[in-house]
């Protein structure tokens, strides 16, 4: 089947087979490895991207399913070779450690960040839930997105 969509602000059509889950057609169709497979159940959130402005894991959603939509994954934040608030903000706070998880954690802390611009930090906790981190206590994470919320990094 044909879909169209636009991928980071460029309009990207292509055939796909209806089964194609989100996640596969950004890595495998349009080389954007940024969005990550971390367990193929939905637990992790290292998928997530933004559909619609809204922070989704692309793991649970069929590429057709985005057919018209506005997807901005972790390569379409950078604006001018600089890069996002909250990019900065986990750069600056050591908000990562092996990066796996990274893509997800900003695309998650960016949507909290617009629902919420200056979240507790149980509420961040709270808001970030979906998304795991295997190499850290979430500490400089939390750190990361509550700097980026006060405009710091």
Do not use: W
């Amino acid at each position: 089947m044909k879909i169209s969509l636009t991928v980071n602000g460029e309009l990207r059509e292509s055939e796909i087979e209806p089964r194609t889950l989100l996640v596969q057609y950004l890595r495998e169709n349009l080389a954007l490895t940024g969005t990550n497979i971390g367990c193929d159940t939905s637990s992790c959130g290292a998928c997530s991207m933004h559909l619609n402005g809204e922070a989704v894991k692309s793991c649970t959603i069929l590429a057709a399913q985005a057919d018209g939509c506005n997807i901005t994954t972790i390569e379409g934040l950078a604006k001018g070779g600089k890069m996002h608030p909250m990019q900065e903000a986990f750069m600056q706070n050591h908000g990562l450690q092996c990066g796996y998880c990274t893509p997800g954690m900003v695309m998650a802390a960016i949507s909290l960040l617009e629902e919420n611009a200056n979240p507790t930090e149980d509420e961040v906790r709270v808001g970030l839930e979906g998304n795991l981190c295997r190499c850290t206590g979430y500490h400089n994470i939390i750190q990361s997105v509550l700097a980026c919320a006060k405009g710091g990094n």
